[in-house]
Antibody, heavy 119, light 106 residues
Framework: QVQLVQSGAEVKRPGASVKVSCKAS????????LHWVRQAPGQRLEWMGW????????KYSQKFQDRVTITRDTSASTAYMELSSLRSEDTAVYFC????????????WGQGTLVTVSS | SYELTQPLSVSVALGQTARITCGVN??????VHWYQQKPGQAPVLVIY???NRPSGIPERFSGSNSGNTATLTISRAQAGDEADYYC?????????FGGGTKLTVL
């Protein structure tokens, strides 16, 4: 069965960077795109960007364009999301999610990774 | 930017029908998807492409989309349906979520 398993919770200082991993299993990693979506406490889901599992192409939300980098390691079937220059407003749960390409919707989600930014 | 409008909260009596809306100009021209999110959990897809149910989602969940409003309908509401519900569309290369609606089953 399809599974997306994310790395554990992180606590970071303002100005630092965080890198969250998302290990995929149960499907052919290179056949699907993986997206990153975050959710600040009590807030809506917010799309950050995505990576093509096959060719590694990426696209980012304009809001995060300057601070986010999404990469992948096909040998490990793992995607990574790195967010830099962290500030308190980046405290959120970060989800990876698989895009079902034909319909542009998300059919599987990781369990989420809480990133806390605090001095 | 593209914004989807949802009511903050909807209440429904146990066993009755709940309707959650998602609005923006001409949303009927887009594919709308719906997710259920319970506290501390990841979202779960409940409706895709306006009105299709993934396997494992009860028939009580249905969707429609026309004009400026998409609607998620939950029939015979159960206590286990209490959750936040988010609509989502794809627009001009970005993925957009509504603000979310908290469903309370009374």
């Amino acid at each position: 069965q399809v599974q997306l398993v994310q790395s554990g919770a992180e606590v970071k200082r303002p100005g630092a960077s965080v890198k969250v991993s998302c290990k995929a299993s149960g499907y052919t990693f290179t056949n699907y795109a993986l997206h990153w979506v975050r959710q600040a406490p009590g807030q809506r889901l917010e799309w950050m960007g995505w990576i093509n599992g096959g060719n590694g192409n990426t696209k980012y939300s304009q809001k995060f364009q300057d601070r986010v980098t999404i990469t992948r390691d096909t040998s490990a079937s793992t995607a990574y999301m790195e967010l830099s220059s962290l500030r308190s407003e980046d405290t959120a749960v970060y989800f990876c999610t698989r895009l079902y390409g034909i319909g542009y919707y998300y059919d599987y989600w990781g369990q989420g990774t809480l990133v806390t930014v605090s001095s | 930017s593209y914004e989807l409008t949802q009511p903050l909260s909807v209440s429904v009596a146990l066993g009755q029908t709940a309707r959650i809306t998602c609005g923006v100009n001409s949303i009927g021209n887009k594919n709308v998807h719906w997710y259920q999110q319970k506290p501390g959990q990841a979202p779960v897809l409940v409706i895709y492409r306006d009105s299709n149910r993934p396997s494992g989602i009860p028939e009580r969940f249905s969707g429609s989309n026309s004009g400026n409003t998409a609607t998620l309908t939950i029939s015979r509401a159960q206590a286990g349906d209490e959750a936040d519900y988010y609509c989502q569309v794809w627009d001009s290369g970005t993925w957009v979520f509504g603000g979310g609606t908290k469903l309370t089953v009374l």
